[in-house]
Each structure stands twice: as structure tokens, then as C-alpha cells.
């Protein structure tokens, strides 16, 4: 994978005086020594118990830190580096380790994988209370004078903090206002579609279409796509810390350590050819399915919402998810890069395990059949595609290069967007 600053899809300029400082220099050694100093310590030294559970829960701690601490030493580096290398390597690791966690809960039932999750979180096990959203959707409630609004108050908690900022991010992930704002959409829809199976989904039109769709997704899409301008607008600086003058342009430069070292503007040329649109659509169905097994695995593996296992589920997934969509742009527009990103990889795998352990322990679940109208809806969305695809790729756009402009044009000329080399 080529360095940011050798990417002609660069669009802002980089001037770089860092030195191989310690801090950017690898210490192996230095990390094996406190490694093995370290498990001496708390094996030897800290007072034993003889609590098997105490001991239990101690020993997969120290197996799963000792886990991190060797795979983010030795990992190799992402496309990431701000504000260290090693913290992404950090998240790959962790990520990792998510993987090898749900592998374990696939070959178990669901009775022990609910009892596992109670014997990590004792208030876990217990069946989920179905709540309905949508049992009374007046926006004004006359027969509550003192409060008339109070369902739509019901709604504004800290969800919605947590639903604007979530899209926020999203906007920074993709880099694209239509991919954002599609994806934003359509899941709105899926949450029509799928109501018959999670009873959660079940909400009340003004919570899909005016808190969801546009207080908390469009609002935190238009922060997203506003903060891009800033950064891509911006002019990146990394002059080694001792060479700055005073302590004012060190402190800055300090803080700044934990802004983006360069930033790459997405083009993803959604309908360039039949390859890169399949692959767009693999992309959002892909990021589709891990925003459904959120509310899927909370169902099967009954973990309440508010509970914290679904904030650390949705932080890793971000982190994870911004360096395998930076990997997957970088494999679908640089005819160099030919490896499938590492972070991409473990994201992929962390999909496809999460589903099986949905299908497994939710069967009846996910096996209820879907109303009629909805097949009717996705039946005739998937013709509509196919049958636009099939007229862009081998009607319009071939038509389009033939004749722009009157007279024979090339691919390379046609096609406006910078290729990275």
C-alpha cells in the first residue's frame, strides 16, 4: 500500500520534517522485556486465591491482554498512522480477538452462550422485554394537557445522541454524501421490512422519517460532510516537535498528533463499470448487515440496549469499520494493490461469524416468513436495479464514450477521476 503523500488522489499538501524519532522507531525487545517481567509480577508476586471463578475470569484476562500485547507488537502497520501506528494495530488486535470470541460462542447453544455472557456480566441471562414503539403515535396527546408532547420527549434520550454521532462518523467513514444518505434511507426501510421479526423495529412514522431520518441522520450526515471540507481544505504540517519554536507551537503540534496525517478524498465511481458498481453495492450491503446484527445478536443473545457490551460492540465495529472501508477503496481503485487489507479481512470474517451465530440461535427468528407486501417491495427494488444496471453498463455508458463530444474518446479520457498508481 502506497504512502498517503504518494497518492495522486491527494487533494491536500503535505509538508513533512519528521525525524526517526524514538517514538516512531520499533522496540521489540524493549516490548518482550516488559512482557516477560510483567506476567512474573502478577503470577508470582500478587497474593493467589483459591476461588476457581476468581482464578477463571484472571487467567482469560491475562490471556486475552497477553493476546493484544503480542499482536500489536508484531501486526503490521494500516493506512492509518495518526496518532500512532501502533494504535490501530491495537484495534486490528482487538478485533482479532472478537473474532476468535465468536467463534467460541458459534459452537456452543444458545442456552450456555447466554449463560457465558451472565458468567462474564451477571446481569445478563435473562429474557428481553419486548417493547412496542409504536402503540400510540400522537405527536400531540390531548388527553395529556400537562404534558401533550410527551411522546415524542419519550424518544429524546441519550439514543439519539448516540444515533447523530454514529452518522457523523459514518459521513467520515464513507467520504460520499450519496453513499451516506442511501444508507440512511435504506435502513429505514429495512427497519419497515423487518418489524415482523425484531418487534423493536416496530416505530411510529414521524420516529422513522423526522427523528431518525432527519434529526439524527441527517443532521449528523450534514456535520460529517461539513467536517470533510475542513479537512480536506486543510494544509498538513508535520515539522519535527524540537524544531517548533516555543511552547505554544508545542503544544499544537502535540494535539495536532491526534488529527489525520493527510487525507485521501473518496471518489467512488459508482457507475464507472459493472466491477466497481458491483462492488459498491457489496460495500453497503456489507456495512447494511453489521447495522442489523446489532439489534439481531442483542435479540438472540439477550443483551438489553442500554447495556455497555453493545457500546464496546459498536466502538470496535467503528474503529474497525473506518480502517477496512480506507483498505477496501484502496484494493478497488489501485490497480497495485493486489492483497485484500488485513483489517478488511478480519471485518469480513467478524460478518460472516456474527450472521452464522444469528441464523444458529435465532432460527426462529430470522426463519419467519415475510409479509407479503414487503416481498412484493424488495422483489420489485432488486428488478428496478438489475434492469438499470443492464441499461447503464450496456446501453448508456458505452453510447456515452462512443460519441462525447462527436468523435472517438478513450476510457482515460472519458473518465475524469484520479487513479491511484
Known amino acids: 500500500m502506497l504512502p498517503d503523500s504518494e497518492r495522486p488522489d491527494q487533494v491536500e499538501q503535505i509538508e513533512t520534517d519528521e525525524t526517526n524519532s524514538w517514538f516512531w522507531r520499533p522496540h521489540t525487545l524493549t516490548a518482550l522485556a516488559l512482557f516477560i517481567v510483567s506476567l512474573a509480577y502478577f503470577a508470582l508476586f500478587e497474593t493467589s486465591s483459591d476461588d476457581t471463578v476468581f482464578n477463571t475470569k484472571r487467567g482469560l484476562l491475562f490471556a486475552s491482554v497477553s493476546f493484544l500485547y503480542i499482536a500489536m507488537t508484531h501486526t503490521k502497520n494500516g493506512p492509518f498512522t495518526r496518532p500512532h501506528p501502533i494504535v490501530w494495530r491495537l484495534v486490528l488486535s ?57 411522546n415524542f420527549w419519550d424518544k429524546m434520550d441519550w439514543f439519539v445522541i448516540f444515533h447523530l454521532t454514529g ?19 435504506t435502513f429505514e426501510i429495512l427497519e419497515y421490512s423487518l418489524e415482523h421479526q425484531l418487534p423493536n423495529f416496530a416505530e411510529c412514522w414521524w420516529d422513522h422519517w423526522i427523528l431518525d431520518a432527519v434529526i439524527c441522520n441527517g ?35 502535540i494535539l495536532s498528533q491526534f488529527t489525520p496525517h493527510s487525507w485521501t478524498k473518496f471518489d467512488w465511481g459508482y457507475t464507472e463499470d459493472v466491477k466497481r458498481w458491483g462492488m459498491v453495492i457489496l460495500v453497503c450491503a456489507f456495512i447494511m448487515i453489521f447495522d442489523l446484527n446489532t439489534f439481531y445478536l442483542k435479540a438472540v443473545l ?38 485484500f487489507g488485513q483489517q478488511s479481512w478480519v471485518a469480513v470474517s467478524i460478518l460472516c461469524t456474527e450472521v452464522l ?20 417491495f424488495w422483489v420489485g427494488f432488486v428488478i428496478i436495479i438489475i ?24 476510457e482515460c479520457a472519458e473518465d475524469e477521476r484520479p487513479k491511484v498508481e
Not at 117 to 134: A, R, T
Not at 225 to 248: A, F, Q, V
Not at 357 to 376: A, C, E, Q
Request: charged letters at 25%; glycine letters at 6%; one cysteine or more.
Open 302 to 339: 439477550w443483551i438489553p440496549p442500554p447495556h455497555p457490551i453493545n457500546f464496546y460492540r459498536c466502538v470496535l465495529i467503528g474503529f474497525v469499520g473506518a480502517v477496512a472501508l480506507r483498505e477496501t477503496y484502496e484494493y478497488m481503485s489501485n490497480p497495485a494493490c493486489k492483497r
Open 167 to 185: 452518522w457523523w462518523a459514518k459521513a467520515l467513514v464513507f467520504r460520499d454524501y450519496w453513499m451516506s444518505f442511501v444508507l440512511s434511507i
Open 94 to 150: 482487538c478485533s482479532m480477538l472478537y473474532e476468535l470470541f465468536l467463534i467460541f460462542l458459534l459452537f456452543q447453544s444458545d442456552a450456555d452462550s447466554r449463560k457465558l455472557l451472565s458468567y462474564l456480566y451477571p446481569d445478563l441471562g435473562e429474557p428481553l422485554e419486548e417493547i412496542d414503539y409504536s402503540s400510540n403515535c400522537m405527536i400531540y396527546d390531548p388527553d395529556r394537557p400537562e404534558d401533550p408532547y410527551h
Open 387 to 410: 434492469g438499470w444496471s443492464f441499461w447503464n453498463f450496456t446501453y448508456k455508458l458505452p453510447r456515452r464514450k462512443r460519441t462525447a463530444s462527436g468523435r472517438e474518446l478513450s
Open 219 to 253: 443532521l449528523g450526515i450534514w456535520l460529517g460532510i461539513k467536517t470533510l471540507d475542513i479537512l480536506e481544505s486543510k494544509t498538513y504540517d508535520w515539522r519535527d516537535l524540537w524544531s517548533i519554536p516555543g511552547n505554544r507551537g508545542k503544544i499544537q503540534r
Open 357 to 376: 451465530i444469528i441464523w444458529k440461535f435465532g432460527y426462529d427468528i430470522v426463519t419467519k416468513p415475510f409479509p407479503t407486501h414487503v416481498v412484493i
